[in-house]
């Protein structure tokens, strides 16, 4: 059975830095990828960033290019959120998702995703 646990969220001000962490069990993604998206209340999910599991190749969203880093622990079997400068519309809940297969491009859509974590809220204020 798979799981996503994400851990790491929480209430900030603006400027302010978290870092998400997702941990995966299960099994493993070695030709897969994993990525963020959320949620804000009143909107569709977006895609935030995404990482190819083999290579370490990432994707980010426009709005957080700069101020967003994904990276991956295989040996842990984890993918982190590093998030600086946050900002109150980053406020929102934030889901991982991996799959087994790396779309590379299409890591940015979340119909590519196999399994879900549970998500953490994230609150920024101004």
């Known amino acids: 059975q798979v799981q996503l646990v994400e851990s790491g969220g929480g209430s900030v001000q603006a400027g302010g830095s978290l870092r998400l962490s997702c941990a995966a069990s299960?099994?493993?993604?070695?030709?897969?990828?994993m990525g963020w998206f959320r949620q804000a209340p009143g909107k569709e999910r977006e895609f935030v960033a995404a990482?190819?599991?083999?290579?370490?190749?990432?994707y980010y969203a426009d709005s957080v290019k700069g101020r967003f880093t994904i990276s991956r622990d295989v040996a842990k079997n984890t993918v982190y959120l590093q998030m600086n400068s946050l900002k109150p519309e980053d406020t929102a809940v934030y889901s991982c998702?991996?799959?087994?297969?790396?779309?590379?491009?299409?890591?940015?859509?979340?119909?590519?995703?196999?399994?879900w974590g549970q998500g953490t809220q994230v609150t920024v204020s101004s």
């Open positions: 998702a991996a799959t087994t297969v790396n779309q590379r491009s299409g890591n940015r859509r979340a119909l590519s995703y196999d399994y």
């Open positions: 299960g099994r493993t993604f070695s030709n897969g990828a």
């Open positions: 990482i190819g599991w083999k290579y370490g190749t990432t």
